[in-house]
């Protein structure tokens, strides 16, 4: 298993506004992945990043709206820019350790005024 | 289109059994995986099956038919904490995870 950790674990933040938020993992992980779950929702995913390469993007979700960054294999951020009321969700990412097991971060719940 | 279907709510006593059912559509299969989520938590992991039939693991237990795009998680001697939201997702052929939208299980005294 992995130990996951999102730093905010929740913010609420003004329309217009960005707010970066940072994913640490305990041990070294290859395959890393961010989703959105609005109240209510399944889980969306929004994009996979993996060290090394550039995101990939889910359809809906472009670079300029939420830039990930992956600078090595323990870490990664999701931004997301340009804050409206529709972006308020709960964020979370999440790591893959074997072809079958992905184990989530505690999530990061926005709210957006 | 993909598509997974899953009920969106179940209500079980105490003690009992509920199975819980995930019927999918999708491009491709690697697997189905099975999680549950409580209240404001993120998801957690409880099982996976890529091949047909029956795996048990302590008081729940997942089926797969692949044939039928099916599969159920059967959840014995229910507790009250097993009250959460479980979550059906398919990989699909490009490794993706494919959601439901979840199934909310009430428990009750």
């Known amino acids: 298993s992995a130990v996951i950790s999102q730093k905010p674990s929740r913010d609420i933040c003004q329309r217009g506004t960005s707010l970066t938020i940072q994913c640490q993992v305990d041990s070294q992980v290859t395959m890393m992945f961010w989703y959105r779950q609005q109240p209510g929702q399944s889980l969306t995913l929004i994009a996979t990043?993996?060290?090394?390469?550039?995101?990939?993007?889910e359809s809906g979700f472009v670079i300029d709206k939420f830039p990930i960054s992956r600078p090595n294999l323990t870490f990664s951020t999701l931004t997301v820019s340009n804050m409206s009321p529709e972006d308020s969700s709960i964020y979370l990412c999440?790591?893959?350790?074997?072809?079958?097991?992905?184990?989530f971060g505690p999530g990061t719940r926005l709210t957006v005024t | 289109g993909q598509n997974i279907d899953q009920p969106t709510e179940m209500t079980a006593t105490e003690g009992a059994i509920v199975q819980i059912n995930c019927t999918y559509q999708t491009s491709g299969f690697n697997g189905l995986f099975w999680y549950q989520q409580h209240a404001g938590e993120a998801p957690t992991f409880l099982s996976y099956n890529v091949l047909d039939g029956l795996e048990e693991k302590g008081r729940f237990s997942s089926f797969l038919s692949r044939s039928k795009g099916y599969s159920y998680l059967l959840l014995k001697e229910l507790q009250m904490k097993d009250s959460a939201s479980y979550l059906c997702?398919?990989?699909?052929?490009?490794?993706?995870?494919?959601w439901g939208a979840g199934t909310k299980l009430i428990i009750k005294p």
């Open positions: 999440s790591v893959g350790l074997a072809e079958y097991e992905q184990y």
């Open positions: 997702a398919v990989m699909d052929s490009n490794y993706q995870l494919i």
């Open positions: 990043a993996n060290q090394g390469s550039e995101a990939t993007y």
